[in-house]
């Protein structure tokens, strides 16, 4: 069996340490924080995951969480001006249902069951040197967490990466006292266009259930308040300003005010979405490999980042069982990376044409998801899996075949 070292201990690179683990690989793991370093900081994502991915983790037995946490079996809609005049407004029912469990919680119990199973952790700041001495004593070297020198490795793939700079300020928030939406739990879209967008679902962190939510303002617009925000009190006013200022519908939920669910439970950023070349060469001349979002980076409007980890772990997971004792080359990297990209391509589709200014065959279609339930439903599970919708979604001269031989059923 292989010899294989993983510098990351989050989604992807846990996920596929464990895996490799129970199929009788060697594997160590470099991470810059130890399981109890990452408990005592601050929220990392927002982690929205669906039905496929959350069935990943149930096949390596590591779905800890499926009783305890609280879970959403539906998805809204909503587009609205800030005098909450609604333009758009559709909600369908989810097949299985998500759930976003707080990495705070979530990676450390991961990183002991990773050493349970006999794997190296080795808690290191990694740079190129430490890349250097795990690529001479392992078979394949995986990235699955990289910034500064070791992101820098990674080269943009122009021609999978159409936008070149951040299209929203992010602004994530883990709350108390946001009641929930009427009707079934769901992750709620809200846009305001023009400004930005509201996304909210329930969500389980250090202390119990709660409700997490990204606010997505368009640089430079009414909306890009962040600049001076510095504290966490500050971070918590200015969410619940402009939530009750350009998402009039979803602020009638707030229970007198936002309450934070701890001090550490904010984080702020931009992105710009990006797709990078697979494969990385060290100056020793080794070839390393990258994995999730260091190679193929989404913006997390649609909820797809920690999704795209856990299913590109399971097909490098599944490649490299597959590849017996041959040696893991450029070429087979290059090869693997394209079967999760025939996959991966969708997702980023699917939130790049959310962030900028939607074609018009994709409003023809969320509008005709306000009268024809089972679009909606449809559009619920998209979440789930963009590559359901394709080709019609995407594409203007699909879209018009696909919603001419629909039907609307009387209501």
Excluded at 18 to 41: D, K, P, W
Aim: with cysteine; glycine share 10%; net charge negative.
């Amino acid at each position: 069996m292989a010899k294989i070292a993983i510098v990351g201990a989050g989604q992807a690179g846990l996920h596929l340490g464990i895996g490799l683990l129970m199929s009788g690989h060697r594997v160590t793991m470099l991470s810059n924080r130890t399981g109890e370093q990452i408990a005592a900081g601050p929220v990392t994502s927002s982690q929205s995951m669906y039905g496929m991915a959350l069935g990943l983790e149930r096949e390596l037995g590591i779905d800890y969480w499926q009783e305890s946490s609280p879970q959403y079996a539906g998805a809204q809609m909503r587009v609205a001006d800030s005098d909450g005049n609604i333009m758009l407004y559709w909600q369908g029912a989810m097949d299985e249902p998500g759930q976003s469990i707080d990495q705070r919680v979530k990676m450390p119990v991961w990183m002991d069951r990773f050493v349970e199973l006999g794997g190296d952790l080795r808690i290191v700041d990694a740079g190129i040197a430490e890349l250097e001495g795990v690529a001479a004593s392992h078979d394949l070297v995986v990235i699955a967490s990289g910034k500064g020198e070791i992101g820098s490795l990674f080269q943009r793939n122009p021609d999978r990466s159409p936008l070149t700079s951040p299209q929203r300020v992010l602004a994530l928030t883990y709350v108390n006292r946001f009641r929930p939406r009427p009707g079934i739990p769901a992750i709620c879209i809200n846009i305001n266009p023009g400004n930005g967008e509201f996304v909210s679902f329930p969500g389980l962190t250090l202390s119990g259930p709660c409700e997490i939510f990204t606010i997505e303002s368009i640089p430079g617009g009414p909306m890009d308040i962040w600049a001076d925000v510095k504290t966490p009190d500050e971070h918590l006013a200015a969410s619940e300003h402009l939530l009750r200022t350009f998402f009039p519908h979803e602020a009638e939920r707030i229970d007198g005010h936002l309450e934070l669910t701890d001090d550490k439970a904010v984080l702020r950023g931009r992105i710009t979405p990006t797709t990078k070349y697979p494969v990385a060469t060290l100056p020793s001349g080794a070839k390393i490999f990258g994995l999730a979002d260091v190679v193929c980076l989404n913006d997390p409007l649609t909820g797809q980042g920690s999704n795209n980890a856990s299913k590109a772990a399971k097909i490098y997971l599944d490649a490299i069982n597959a590849h017996g004792d041959a040696a893991f080359d450029e070429a087979w990297m290059n090869a693997v990376f394209e079967q999760y990209w025939d996959y991966a391509r969708f997702p980023v589709a699917y939130t790049n044409q959310t962030l900028g200014q939607p074609p018009e065959h994709m409003l023809r279609i969320l509008k005709a998801a306000e009268t024809d339930k089972e679009l909606a439903h449809i559009m619920a599970n998209s979440f789930n899996d963009p590559k359901s919708i394709a080709p019609w979604y995407y594409d203007a001269a699909s879209a018009e075949q696909f919603l001419s031989e629909r039907t609307v059923p009387l209501q």
